[in-house]
């Protein structure tokens, strides 16, 4: 029903800086909240940051909060994620995610990207 599709991923110095982007398609409605999340080499996948469609309302994890920052472009159907400052701690498979609620659940989220990997060095 929907597909997303996440683009952006790379390999970057610390301190640098990367811009994902996610496209969804197939028809929207009933998805009030998009979502990126994060999954480091050997760890669970955690929640980054939300933005509610309807209202624009955002969350953002402690870890990424003033560095990251969530936009979406309802015309265009695409959400975004600028990523500055960015930290080795950072490196990790990034999915965007789609669902009818915001959560800190991976699996209240009923649609995900394939996922695109972040690389930051040291």
């Known amino acids: 029903q929907v597909q997303l599709v996440e683009f952006g991923g790379g390999s970057v110095q610390y301190g640098g800086s990367l811009r994902l982007s996610c496209s969804a398609s197939g028809g929207t409605r009933g998805i009030n909240c998009m979502a990126w999340f994060r999954q480091p080499p050997g760890k669970e996948r955690e929640v980054v940051a939300e933005?509610?469609?309807?209202?624009?309302?955002?969350y953002y994890t402690d870890s990424v909060k003033g560095r990251f920052t969530i936009s979406q472009d309802n015309a265009k159907n695409t959400v975004s994620l600028q990523m500055n400052s960015l930290k080795p701690e950072d490196t990790a498979l990034y999915y965007c995610?789609?669902?009818?609620?915001?959560?800190?659940?991976?699996?209240?989220?009923?649609?995900w990207g394939q996922g695109t990997q972040v690389t930051v060095s040291s």
């Open positions: 995610a789609a669902g009818p609620t915001c959560s800190v659940r991976g699996t209240d989220f009923g649609y």
């Open positions: 933005i509610h469609t309807g209202t624009g309302n955002t």
